[in-house]
């Protein structure tokens, strides 16, 4: 059983409650990455940023399947993380 099959199994059973945080959570980090490329001046960062969070918070929403619901989330918090440490640095 791989890793995503795991994760797909793990977000099935606590559906509604594993939604609520994954969506809060990188609702937040999305927030701040768009925030610190604000004020960096970055706006390519920022629809970056917008986009990509705001996908996840659809899939989320709109009760999608539990693949596309993890891969867009870990692709939003992967994304914004690394945004956040290239404002941080640059």
């Given at each position: 059983m791989g890793w995503l099959t795991k994760q797909e199994a793990k977000f099935e059973e606590n559906r509604f409650g594993a939604m609520t945080v994954m969506?809060?959570?990188?609702s937040c980090l999305g927030s701040v990455a768009a925030m610190l490329a604000i004020q960096d001046g970055i706006w390519a960062l920022v629809s970056v940023v917008?986009?990509?969070t705001m996908?996840?918070?659809a899939m989320f929403i709109a009760?999608?399947?539990?693949k596309p619901c993890i891969v867009?989330?870990?692709?939003?918090?992967?994304?914004?993380?690394?945004?956040?440490?290239?404002t941080a640095f640059y």
């Open positions: 969506l809060t959570f990188q917008a986009v990509l996908s996840s918070n009760q999608a399947d539990a867009t989330f870990y692709l939003s918090v992967v994304v914004n993380t690394l945004i956040i440490l290239f």
